[in-house]
Structures are given as C-alpha cells and as structure tokens.
C-alpha cells in the first residue's frame, strides 16, 4: 500500500475538496449502478458543479497553478481537464454516457492532482505563496446539502414498474 501523501496545511482545504469531489464520483457510479433514473443524478451533478466545481477551479487556476506558472506542463494538463470537466458538465446528451464519463474523468483528474500536481507544487511553493493560498482560500462548506439523496437506497421507482407490469 503507498504511503500516504503528507499534504501541507495551505493545500488540505483544496485536498478536502477533492474528497468531496471523489464522493461525487461514486454518488453518480452508485446511482447508475442502481438504474436511478439519469436526470436525478444529472439535477446533483449540475448543482455540485455549479456550487463547488467552479469555485475549486477558479482558486486552483488563480491563485495555485501560478506558483508553477502557466508554461509548466502539470498546469497545463489539469486546466485542459478542467475544460474537458466543464464540458462533460454543461452536456445533455445521452446522459447516461455523459455520467459514466464525468465520474471517470473527474476521478481520474482529482487523483492527477493529488499525487502528481500537488506535491509538485508542495515542492516549488514558496512561504510567502502557500501562506497567501492559506489567506485566500477558506474550505467551501460541505457539499452534502441536497435533499434527493439517491446514492443512498436502489431506485424503488424501478422496482415498481416491474411489479406493476
């Protein structure tokens, strides 16, 4: 098993986010898997990403990619992930294809910037730097406030109309 990454204060509210947004990830898996109806999930997913997404993006694009500045090619990559993201999100067609490839693309994309992106930064980051990140960027609140939670139980909806049939 790896050991697990020592992340500096100034980057664990960003870090926490990530968690929040691999939550995201298995919440959207999950409701799949449980033949929730695709426009459920759709409704969260725009929420999160409208309330949480955007905001995470803009402090890492802002305020933490310049530390590396913006040639570097780690940079690079996750703002070219993060239009890839934005896309996915803004789609509506064949919802279930656009779920399955957010919840793959963003996972995959958090775990790129926890354990390559981030300890680069961790590495380049000046005091001065990480204590204005630490300044600037406050935790966002948590992002379990919504009331459909369907992650949490199989869709009965389902189970109905085959009893129904």
């Known amino acids: 098993m790896p050991k697990p990454i020592k992340r500096l204060v100034a980057l664990r509210p960003l870090s926490r986010e990530h968690h929040h947004g691999l939550l995201l990830c298995w919440k959207i898996k999950t409701g799949l898997k449980n033949h929730v109806e695709p426009a459920r999930i759709k409704r969260y997913a725009d929420w999160f990403f409208e309330n949480h997404l955007t905001v995470h993006f803009e402090i890492e ?43 793959s693309e963003l996972d995959h ?10 300890n680069e930064i961790q590495n ?27 992650w949490e139980q199989p869709n009965t909806s389902q189970d109905t109309k085959t009893l129904d049939a």
Do not use: C, Y
Not at 68 to 95: C, K, M, P, W, Y
Not at 109 to 118: G, S
């Open 109 to 118: 994309h958090i775990r790129f910037e926890e354990r390559v992106l981030f």
């Open 124 to 150: 380049k980051a000046s005091e001065a730097e990480l204590q204005l990140l630490e300044e600037i960027h406050r935790e966002v609140p948590d992002s379990d406030q919504w009331d459909d939670k369907f």
């Open 61 to 103: 694009e802002n305020q933490l990619f310049p530390i590396l500045g913006t040639d570097n090619l780690l940079v690079q990559q996750a703002v070219f992930e993060h239009r890839r993201i934005e896309e996915l999100f803004r789609s509506t067609d064949n919802l279930p294809v656009i779920l399955e490839l957010m919840a």
